[in-house]
């Protein structure tokens, strides 16, 4: 089953403005973590933000952790083509195994 | 890209048939885990292996089974393939050693069973 949802399922924006994705994950958590994947093909970390953290930065990246609304947001400023990909959020709960529960992502489409 | 490297990149099988799917780790870590990725889903968590020992298992039938080897590679095998295991399989390697549960993921393999 899937840990969390993202908002909004899809979206589209003109190369140069922010992108803005959102998640919400439903049990207490370790860690949580946001990857890209190109076309069907292999995920790439992009930013792991812990339980205790608020707010990280990576670049274009800003990432947010609510752990009181158990949700999470991921800005990218300045969107280029290249940022054309499907976003997950992915939990990591605080118990066992390091397991990772993703999200149902997000389709990020930049218009040239 | 990361040092996981996947086998095969495409497959394709019949209802019944078996599967083998194959995965290299990460030079220097001792712990992958296995996901399947349905056509426009999100991963879900199919087991992981550590020092060769299953340590964790999702919400997966009994005919996915693995194997670690003592090189940290792994294998995903799947018997009795049904429609619904058409998916891209993706696995993950990390070290516990390392920060934080940073999980190196491979380009996976498709699997389409007909």
């Known amino acids: 089953s899937q840990q969390g949802e993202e908002d909004p399922q899809a979206l589209s924006i003109q190369e140069g403005e922010n992108a803005t994705m959102n998640c919400s994950y439903k049990t207490s958590i370790n860690n949580l973590q946001w990857y890209r994947q190109n076309s069907g093909r292999g995920l790439v970390h992009l930013i792991l933000?812990?339980?205790?953290?608020r707010e990280k930065h990576s670049g274009r990246l800003r990432v947010t952790l609510d752990t009181s609304k158990k949700s999470s947001s991921l800005l990218i400023t300045a969107s280029r083509a290249a940022d054309t990909a499907s976003y997950f959020c992915a939990t990591e709960s605080n118990f066992g195994n390091e397991k990772l529960t993703f999200g149902t992502g997000t389709r990020l489409t930049i218009i040239p | 890209e990361t040092g996981v490297t996947q086998s095969p990149t495409h497959l394709i099988k019949t209802r019944g048939q078996q599967v083998t799917l194959r995965c290299s780790s990460q030079s220097g870590h001792n712990t992958v885990s296995w996901y399947q990725q349905a056509l426009g889903q999100g991963p879900q968590f199919i087991f992981q292996y550590y020092r060769e020992e299953e340590n964790g298992r999702g919400n997966f039938p009994p005919r996915f089974s693995g194997l670690q080897f003592p090189n940290y590679s792994s294998e995903l095998n799947v018997n009795a393939l049904e429609l619904d295991d058409s998916a891209l399989y993706l696995c993950?390697?990390?070290?516990?050693?390392?920060?934080?549960?940073?999980?190196?993921f491979g380009p996976g393999t498709r699997l389409t069973v007909l």
């Open positions: 933000i812990r339980s205790n953290e």
């Open positions: 993950a390697s990390s070290s516990p050693a390392e920060s934080y549960n940073e999980q190196f």
